[in-house]
């Protein structure tokens, strides 16, 4: 890559701008009349709306017009004769000449085609000079810094200094208001210069300060930056209040600025001033010796210094050094027309600086006084660049300071070092040179390879010559480099060169910023084009570094190009040629190779060609110049191209070949195909489900040529090795290789030749193959007996490649080649495509033994049978694996606990160990939600129904049940179907215990679906061997239940009643009724283990076997045999933990007020929560009397509780009968006989709970219930005595309390005898929860009475008076 030179703006109305400025004589008056009103009045146009499209129309109208219309007619190079200034930031211009000026601003506008481009139009004209004569000799553009925080760097707004013959220096803003005027020296200004703050890219380097310099003929004045910035603001801000107001302008401060008289040179016409500069010790001595002569004496740190460099003659090249502090800066008067203008303040109510309204006497008056100028600090001149006939004309600074270029009268350039202060460097045939530097920073990818990438980045310096004469533009290398760009531009162009940025910035301002600012400007006033150079760093470097810079641009121009999406492939194709073969270095043209291999937009012609040129060239060069690397990756990237699009062809080529003659070999494959088939029909069915896939994954999406490049590498000998990456890149290119052969649509034999020649080594295209055999298993399973004949001969194909089989393979051992295939088809998942895959290879193996024997002439039958058992083993596995995995496929029923179906595979099922295949069927159990009870009756009632051998009639029958039974039945003949052909792992006995350990695992991932521990403790009770009845209930209880136990039991003692819902998820982890139905668990766990405890000595422990050809299982042991390795449990804790687990299930069912732990003594506490198996200290004997009152008092309250449930109001409490109870819950039949059980382990005299049970059944109305206990008490004294008061309540209810007190109930109380009377008065049928009994019960009850109650009893008198009071009551209704 070269220089270039980039339009980046364009000037509008140029005609205007020469015109305004070269305007004849005759219409000056009037011009300057007009433009005094302009100055006088304030110019808004810097914030108002001036940018809008409606002000501007008639500006574009003309700029419509091409540039060339525009400047025909114009006489001479008029722009030669004008002072011009740009600012850095290329968005303000100023053309002056003698006493007017004219300001051009950047707009932006639309071309034609809607692109944003950046123009300079006028934005004022007007005459700058107020005395009478002068000229405007000079001006800068010098852009201020915003000084807000949000600020990014753009400028706030832009000052225009302009400098006098008279001596004056004039400040303005763009919209021509004038903010200053200052007369500093009385002669004309030759030269303004600014230098502003740049960041130091190196830590040694001085910090420079800004600053702007004024040349006269005679004297320098520098104007401190900071102090210039603060006033300029301030001077804008006071003229813009003023303006608001209406009112008069304070005065400004003055400025602060050093003068010097610059002394011993004859004429100077330019200047520089290049900074503070501290001397080395050596240049300080030298300086020394030199001026002080041999006795001269050397201060110990050198002082700093300001050094200024001025051009003119005698000498031709003159240095100066200031001091630092050897001049104290001059606080001068402001410009004398600000002073005259504080005067007559009164008279004036305009805004401005300058005589404002003054009548003709006080101009005049202004006019003759002259402002006092302060004298200058004679500076002596310390050394020179002699040369009495050469004069110079300019000096241009470059910006790291320590060079300048300089022009002379002579037609030369001079480069000269300001450090050493010598020319070093000399150009010559360039009469009025125009000079500009251009420094360009190294680019960041470069840096990479750079071995010194750590420093910071290294800035190439550039001098950019224009020589009008020649209308050439020329950029040179420094110091002593070549050039390395030169441009053919117009003979009138301005080449403008500002040298500095935006002033007011510091080293904090500037952090963060993006200072954007064109170094270098060439204006060519006939075409109107604002035009940069643009210089790449790496022409700055050596030829060899060069030429590698360039290759790294020349790659990183080809990866633009192969990113952009709208090239066309033939321009592609040239451009990468063209760019790859410009490219030298080989490292670099190997990188950028790739990376063309490697872009999915380039189509694989281009590929080839681009690859083949490229190879050509390498070809004809000289050998030992050619990289080797880059020939072999040319040669093997072609021979993968070309091996590409052979396939290709072969598979878009509509010829398919006959089929094979090795079909002898699959003679039996079609009854293997109809055993399985039925299977086969359902598998695919559900696995045909529909799936979410994304297209570009889509196996029948064409393999990119850059993704077959990537996975395939050429060895040194020329063999082709596949790299095998994910699994999906290897299944796409074995669906690229070998899919259509499979599908009968391309020429099997010859895509197999194809690839043999390649060289890729048979076993990598045998796993290619199989890959897409497994992967495609859906469209193998939809043709099955074409698929397998092609996967048939693929086989046969591959299996006679050279290198396949070995030709040395003794038939003792097992080949290599059909271990690979069993291997692939004993991990894959796919279990119908891997059964198919291995009928197949069975029987190829078969036939290439047979062969192999007939060869040798010998029949090794141990051969034969040892490579075909392992093969008939393989498939019998995987029959089992294809019924096993069709059975998990089956998708839970709607509302069951879900999930994503097991996959399973041979790899899998062994690495599971014994109980792997009992595991993932308990599994599926657990996902169907399958109730324990079904699951019991499918298995034996299935394989009953199988041993009928009727099947037809039972399907007869079932034809017009609903769809939904059809297929529960076709899962139990599925589950059946699976046990059968895992008779002993998946025995029932197994299957329950895993399902049971399933669910209680689910249980503790959820404790609050309760329901998982209920069918865990359901599946325990169907396992039928004590002994791991025994084991996993031990299990489950130390591992899952225990820990939760206590802390239901801890938190019930602490609260002493049943716990709230918040307490319980606290500290037990569920919610109350969640903890409720696991203390039921709990219990029911600890009967079982107890039961089975009690059977395991009766039964001799089961003997655990697995299918023969299963037997290579290896993994952790079946639930089944950790639990036989249990030990046993101490039935005397187990019983101890089952009555506390009672005790709390009752007190949380029933809600009874209880501190359970307090119902044991200290011996029993402490054995609570210990390990069952191990023996602990138990109570025994008589308990103390208080904590059996306490017991019987809480069994009391749970009878009471459950007299309570049962009741059930809406059911009539007829004699009828009662309705059966439910099994579980707090109304199930059996908690009394678990009181009187309760009572028996705790002491409790058992005769004491069934009476009260009888009282509170009675007292509930309950008397048919009632009369069932009642014959089960033993003490029917205490009874009858209890019954006796509970039927005067009744009595004493129906006649006395009741609502509707009849006349004959009145009558009958009247007949009565006295002492019955009272005793029934001082009955209270208030303690009765259900007092409205009918007539006919209580009548029973008091039969009942008489019958129980012995003759001698004391209160035998009153039962008959009552039974005589109840008859009469009878009767009268």
């Given at each position: 890559?070269s220089?270039?030179l980039l339009?980046?703006?364009?000037?509008?109305?140029?005609?205007?701008?020469r015109?305004?400025?070269?305007k004849?004589?005759?219409s000056?008056?009037?011009?300057e009349?007009?433009?005094?009103e302009?100055?006088?009045?304030?110019?808004?146009?810097?914030w108002?709306?001036?940018?809008?499209s409606?002000?501007?129309?008639?500006?574009?109208?003309?700029s419509s017009?091409?540039v060339e219309e525009?400047?025909?007619?114009?006489s001479?190079?008029?722009?030669?004769d004008?002072?011009?200034?740009?600012?850095p930031?290329?968005?303000?211009?100023?053309?002056?000449?003698?006493q007017?000026a004219?300001?051009?601003?950047?707009k932006?506008r639309s071309?034609?085609?809607g692109r944003?481009?950046?123009?300079?139009?006028v934005s004022?004209?007007?005459t700058l000079s107020t005395?009478?004569?002068?000229?405007v000799?000079?001006?800068?553009?010098?852009?201020?810094?915003s000084?807000?925080?949000s600020?990014t760097g753009?400028?706030d707004?832009?000052?225009?200094?302009?400098?006098?013959?008279?001596?004056?220096?004039?400040?303005?803003?763009?919209s021509?208001?004038?903010?200053?005027a200052?007369?500093?020296?009385?002669d004309?200004?030759?030269r303004?210069k600014?230098?502003?703050?740049?960041?130091?890219?190196?830590?040694?380097?001085t910090e420079?300060?800004e600053?702007?310099?004024?040349l006269?003929?005679?004297?320098?004045?520098?104007i401190?930056?900071?102090?210039?910035f603060q006033?300029l603001r301030?001077?804008?801000?006071?003229v813009?209040r003023?303006?608001?107001a209406?009112?008069?302008?304070i005065?400004?401060?003055p400025?602060?600025?050093k003068?010097w008289?610059?002394?011993?040179?004859?004429?100077?016409?330019?200047?520089?001033?290049?900074?503070?500069?501290t001397?080395?010790v050596f240049?300080?001595?030298?300086?020394?010796?030199?001026?002080?002569?041999f006795?001269?004496?050397v201060k110990?740190n050198?002082?700093?210094?300001?050094?200024?460099?001025t051009?003119?003659?005698g000498?031709y090249?003159g240095?100066?050094?200031a001091?630092?502090?050897?001049?104290?800066p001059?606080l001068?008067?402001?410009?004398?027309?600000?002073?005259?203008?504080l005067?007559?303040?009164?008279?004036?109510?305009?805004s401005?600086?300058?005589?404002?309204h003054?009548?003709?006497?006080?101009?005049e008056?202004?006019?003759k006084?002259k402002?006092?100028?302060e004298?200058?600090?004679?500076l002596?001149?310390?050394?020179?660049?002699?040369?009495?006939?050469?004069h110079?004309?300019?000096?241009?600074l470059?910006?790291c300071n320590?060079?300048?270029?300089v022009?002379?009268?002579?037609?030369?350039?001079?480069?000269l070092?300001l450090a050493?202060?010598i020319?070093?460097r000399?150009?010559?045939?360039?009469?009025d040179?125009?000079?500009?530097?251009?420094?360009?920073?190294?680019?960041r990818g470069?840096?990479?390879?750079?071995?010194?990438a750590?420093?910071?980045?290294r800035?190439?310096l550039?001098?950019v010559i224009?020589?009008p004469r020649?209308g050439i533009?020329?950029?040179?290398?420094?110091?002593?480099?070549?050039?390395?760009g030169?441009?053919t531009?117009?003979k009138?162009?301005r080449?403008?060169y500002?040298?500095?940025?935006l002033?007011?910035v510091?080293?904090?301002?500037?952090q963060?910023?993006q200072?954007?600012?064109?170094?270098v400007c060439l204006?060519?006033?006939?075409?109107?084009?604002?035009?940069?150079?643009?210089?790449?760093f790496h022409?700055a470097?050596?030829?060899?570094?060069?030429?590698?810079?360039?290759?790294?641009?020349?790659?990183?121009?080809l990866?633009?190009?192969?990113?952009?999406?709208?090239v066309?492939p033939d321009?592609?194709?040239t451009?990468?040629?063209?760019m790859?073969?410009?490219i030298?270095?080989?490292?670099i043209?190997?990188?950028a190779?790739?990376?063309l291999?490697?872009n999915?937009?380039?189509?694989?012609?281009?590929?080839i060609n681009v690859?083949?040129?490229?190879?050509?060239?390498?070809?004809?060069?000289?050998?030992?110049e050619?990289d080797?690397?880059?020939?072999?990756?040319?040669?093997s990237q072609?021979?993968?191209?070309?091996?590409?699009t052979?396939?290709?062809?072969l598979?878009?080529?509509?010829?398919?070949?006959?089929c094979?003659?090795?079909?002898?070999s699959?003679?039996?494959?079609e009854?293997?195909?109809s055993?399985v088939?039925?299977?086969?029909?359902r598998?695919?069915?559900?696995?045909?489900?529909?799936?979410?896939?994304?297209?570009?994954d889509?196996?029948?999406?064409?393999?990119?040529?850059q993704?077959?490049?990537?996975q395939?590498?050429c060895t040194?000998d020329g063999?082709?090795?596949?790299i095998?990456?994910?699994d999906?890149?290897?299944?796409q290119?074995?669906?690229?290789?070998?899919?259509?052969?499979?599908c009968?649509?391309s020429?099997?034999?010859?895509?197999?030749?194809t690839?043999?020649?390649?060289?890729?080594?048979?076993?990598?295209?045998?796993s290619?193959?199989?890959?897409v055999w497994?992967?495609?298993?859906?469209e193998?399973?939809q043709?099955p007996?074409?698929?397998?004949?092609?996967?048939?001969t693929?086989?046969i194909?591959?299996s006679s490649m050279?290198?396949?089989?070995?030709?040395?393979?003794?038939?003792?051992?097992i080949?290599?080649w059909?271990?690979?295939?069993?291997c692939?088809?004993?991990q894959s998942?796919?279990?119908?495509a891997?059964?198919?895959?291995?009928?197949v290879a069975h029987?190829?193996a078969k036939?290439?033994?047979?062969?192999?024997a007939?060869?040798?002439?010998?029949?090794?039958w141990?051969?034969?049978?040892l490579?075909?058992?392992?093969w008939?083993v393989?498939?019998h596995?995987?029959?089992?694996?294809?019924?096993l995995q069709?059975?998990?496929?089956?998708?839970?029923?709607?509302?069951a606990?879900?999930?994503?179906a097991?996959?399973?595979?041979i790899k899998?099922l062994l690495?599971?160990?014994?109980?792997g295949?009992a595991d993932?069927?308990?599994?599926w159990v657990f996902r169907?939600?399958?109730?324990?009870e079904?699951?019991k009756?499918?298995?034996p009632k299935r394989?009953?129904k199988?041993?009928d051998d009727k099947?037809?009639?039972?399907?007869?029958?079932?034809v017009?049940?609903?769809?939904s039974q059809?297929?529960?039945?076709?899962?139990?003949?599925l589950?059946?179907?699976?046990?059968?052909?895992?008779?002993?792992?998946?025995?029932?006995?197994l299957?329950?215990?895993?399902?049971?350990?399933?669910?209680?695992?689910?249980?503790?991932?959820d404790?609050?679906?309760?329901g998982?521990?209920?069918w865990?403790?359901e599946h325990l009770?169907l396992?039928?061997?004590?002994h791991?009845?025994?084991?996993i209930?031990?299990m489950?209880?130390s591992?899952?239940?225990?820990k939760r136990?206590?802390?239901?039991?801890?938190?019930?003692?602490?609260v002493g009643?049943?716990?709230k819902?918040?307490l319980?998820r606290?500290d037990v982890?569920m919610?109350?009724k969640?903890v409720?139905?696991?203390?039921?668990c709990?219990?029911q766990?600890?009967q079982i283990?107890?039961e089975?405890?009690s059977?395991?000595e009766?039964?001799s422990?089961?003997?655990?076997?697995?299918?023969?050809?299963?037997?290579?299982?290896?993994?952790?042991?079946?639930?089944?045999?950790?639990?036989?390795e249990?030990?046993?449990?101490?039935?005397?804790l187990v019983q101890?933990?089952?009555?506390?687990?009672?005790?709390?299930?009752a007190?949380?069912?029933f809600?009874v007020?209880?501190?359970?732990l307090?119902?044991f003594?200290?011996?029993?506490?402490?054995a609570?929560?210990?390990d069952?198996?191990?023996?602990?200290?138990?109570?025994s004997g008589d308990?103390?009397p208080?904590?059996?009152?306490?017991r019987?008092?809480f069994?009391?309250?749970v009878?009471?509780g459950w007299?309570?449930a049962i009741?059930?109001?809406?059911?009539s409490?007829?004699?009828?009968?009662?309705?059966?109870?439910p099994?579980?819950?707090?109304k199930?039949?059996?908690w009394?006989?678990?009181?009187?059980?309760?009572?028996s382990?705790?002491q409790?005299?058992?005769?004491?709970?069934?009476?009260?049970?009888?009282?509170?059944?009675?007292?509930?109305?309950?008397?048919?219930?009632?009369e069932e206990v009642?014959?089960?008490?033993?003490?029917k004294?205490?009874?009858?005595?209890q019954?006796?008061v509970?039927?005067?309540q009744?009595?004493?209810y129906s006649?006395?309390?009741?609502?509707?007190?009849?006349q004959?109930?009145?009558e009958l109380l009247?007949?009565?005898p006295?002492?019955?009377c009272?005793?029934?008065?001082a009955?209270?049928p208030?303690?009765?929860?259900?007092?409205l009994?009918?007539l006919?019960?209580t009548s029973?009850l008091?039969?009942?009475?008489?019958?129980?109650?012995?003759e001698?009893?004391a209160q035998?008198?009153?039962?008959?008076h009552?039974?005589e009071?109840?008859?009469?009551?009878?009767?009268?209704d």
């Open positions: 890559m220089c270039s339009e980046f703006c364009r000037l509008q109305e140029l005609k205007t701008v015109d305004y400025l070269f004849s004589q005759q000056e008056p009037a011009e009349k007009s433009q005094t302009n100055e006088l009045s304030w110019d808004t146009s810097d108002e709306s001036s940018w809008e409606g002000e501007n129309k008639e500006e574009e109208a003309s017009k091409t525009e400047t025909t007619g114009q001479g190079p008029w722009l030669q004008c002072v011009v200034s740009l600012s930031c290329s968005d303000l211009l100023v053309v002056a000449r003698e007017k004219v300001f051009l601003s950047a932006w071309d034609g085609s944003e481009e950046m123009t300079l139009a004022w004209t007007g005395d009478e004569g002068e000229c000799s000079s001006s800068i553009c010098i852009p201020l810094a000084q807000k925080r600020s753009r400028p707004w832009t000052c225009v200094v302009v400098g006098f013959t008279s001596g004056y220096v004039r400040f303005y803003t763009e021509g208001v004038l903010l200053l200052q007369l500093l020296h009385e004309p200004v030759l303004l600014c230098r502003t703050y740049e960041v130091p890219r190196h830590p040694g380097v420079q300060h600053e702007l310099s004024i006269y003929p005679a004297a320098l004045v520098t401190d930056g900071f102090s210039l006033s301030a001077c804008r801000n006071q813009a003023a303006a608001a209406g009112s008069d302008v005065q400004p401060p400025l602060a600025y003068k008289g610059l002394q011993e040179m004859d004429t100077i016409v330019d200047h520089s001033s290049v900074g503070v500069m001397l080395c240049d300080q001595m030298k300086n020394a010796s030199i001026l002080g002569g006795t001269a004496s110990g050198p002082p700093a210094m300001s050094q200024y460099v051009v003119g003659g000498p090249t240095f100066f050094y001091v630092e502090g050897s001049s104290q001059l001068s008067h402001v410009a004398l027309a600000v002073a005259s203008k005067t007559s303040a009164l008279f004036s109510a305009a401005g600086w300058l005589g404002w003054k009548n003709k006497n006080e101009e008056t202004v006019q006084q402002p006092k100028v004298p200058s600090t004679p002596a001149i310390r050394f020179g660049l002699p040369d009495s006939r050469r110079g004309e300019s000096i241009c470059s910006p320590t060079l300048a270029g022009t002379d009268d002579f037609g030369r350039v001079t480069l070092d050493r202060g020319s070093i000399m150009w010559k045939g360039y009469r040179a125009q000079l500009a530097w251009l420094q360009v920073p190294e680019e470069e840096r990479e390879f750079s071995p010194s750590s420093l910071p980045r800035h190439a550039f001098l224009y020589a020649r533009l020329e950029v040179w290398a420094m110091q002593q480099g070549p050039r390395v030169a441009f531009v117009g009138h162009c080449l403008l500002a040298g500095y940025r002033m007011g510091n080293s904090v301002t500037s963060g910023w200072l954007h600012t064109q170094q204006l060519d006033p006939i075409t109107g084009a604002m035009r940069t150079v643009n210089i790449p022409l470097l050596s030829d060899k570094k060069s030429e590698r810079a360039k290759d790294m641009h020349l790659s990183k121009r990866t633009a190009l192969l990113r952009s999406r709208e066309e321009i592609l194709e451009e990468a040629k063209n790859l073969l410009d030298k270095h080989p490292a043209k190997k990188q190779l790739e990376s291999l490697s999915k937009n380039a189509p694989v012609s281009c590929l690859t083949s040129a490229l190879y050509d060239t390498l070809k004809q060069q000289d050998q030992e050619v080797t690397a880059l020939l072999q990756l040319c040669s072609l021979k993968l191209l070309q091996l590409y052979n396939i290709q062809q598979h878009s080529a509509a010829d398919t070949e006959a094979s003659k090795d079909q002898d699959l003679d039996g494959i009854e293997e195909l055993r088939g039925p299977t086969l029909q598998y695919a069915q559900l696995t045909s489900r529909p799936s979410v896939s994304f297209a570009q889509s196996p029948d999406s064409l393999l990119p040529a993704a077959f490049l990537s395939i590498e040194e063999e082709l090795r596949v095998r990456g994910s999906t890149e290897w299944n290119l074995g669906n690229f290789l070998f899919w259509g052969c499979l009968g649509k020429p099997l034999h010859k895509v197999c030749d690839l043999q020649q390649a060289g890729i080594s048979p076993q990598q295209l045998l290619l193959l199989l890959s497994l992967q495609r298993e859906k193998v399973l043709k007996g074409e698929t397998v004949r092609n996967l048939h693929l086989l194909a591959l050279k290198g396949a089989v070995e030709e040395s393979w003794d038939p003792q051992s080949s290599p059909w271990q690979q295939v069993r692939t088809c004993i998942h796919n279990a119908a891997a059964l198919l895959a291995a009928f029987r190829a036939a290439s033994i047979t062969s192999l007939d060869s040798k002439l010998q029949s090794e141990e051969a034969v049978s490579e075909l058992e392992q008939v393989c498939v596995q995987l029959e089992d694996v294809l019924v069709t059975l998990l496929l089956v998708p839970p029923p709607q509302g606990a879900g999930g994503a097991a996959q399973c595979s899998l690495e599971g160990g014994t109980g295949i993932s069927v308990s599994k169907h939600s399958l109730a324990p079904r699951l009756e499918i298995l394989e009953d199988e041993a099947p037809e009639q039972k399907e007869e029958e079932e017009k049940e609903e769809k059809e297929e529960t039945d076709r899962t139990a003949e589950l059946v179907a699976v046990c059968q052909r895992f008779p002993h792992s998946l025995s029932p006995d299957l329950f215990a895993h399902c049971c350990w399933e669910y209680v695992v689910q249980w503790n991932k404790p609050e679906e309760g998982y521990l209920r865990a403790v009770k396992v039928s061997s004590p791991i009845q025994l084991g209930s031990a489950m209880w591992t899952f239940i225990v136990f206590s802390s239901a039991a801890y938190l019930i003692e602490k009643k049943a716990p819902d918040r319980c606290r982890g919610g109350d969640a409720t139905s696991f203390l039921g709990c219990v766990l600890l283990l107890m089975a405890d059977a395991v009766e039964v422990a089961p003997e655990l076997s697995v299918e023969e050809a299963w037997c290579g299982a290896e993994g952790p042991a079946s639930i089944a045999e950790l639990a036989l249990q030990r046993g449990v101490h039935y005397p101890h933990h089952c009555l506390l687990a009672s005790l709390l299930h007190a949380m069912t809600g007020k209880v501190k359970p307090s119902l003594d200290s011996k029993g506490k402490n609570f929560f210990r069952l198996t191990t023996i602990q200290l138990m109570p308990m103390d208080g904590l059996v009152s306490l019987q008092e069994l009391l309250r009878l009471t007299v309570q009741d059930d109001p809406s059911s409490a007829s004699a009828s009968g009662s309705p059966p109870l099994s579980n819950g707090p199930a039949d059996w009394p006989s678990l009181c009187q059980e309760l009572g382990l705790l409790v005299n058992p005769d004491i709970l069934k009476r009260h049970l009888v009282c509170e059944l009675y007292n509930q109305g309950l008397d048919p219930r009632a009642m014959m089960e008490v033993e003490d004294d205490v009874l009858g005595s019954l006796l509970l039927t005067g009744r009595l004493s006649l006395l309390h009741s609502q509707s007190q009849t004959p109930a009145m009247a007949r009565l006295p002492t019955l009272t005793w029934l008065k009955m209270d208030s303690e009765l929860r259900c007092p009994v009918p006919p019960q029973r008091v039969g009942r009475l008489i019958e129980i109650l012995p001698n009893h035998y008198s009153l039962a008959l009552l039974l009071a109840v008859e009469a009551l009878t009767s009268d």
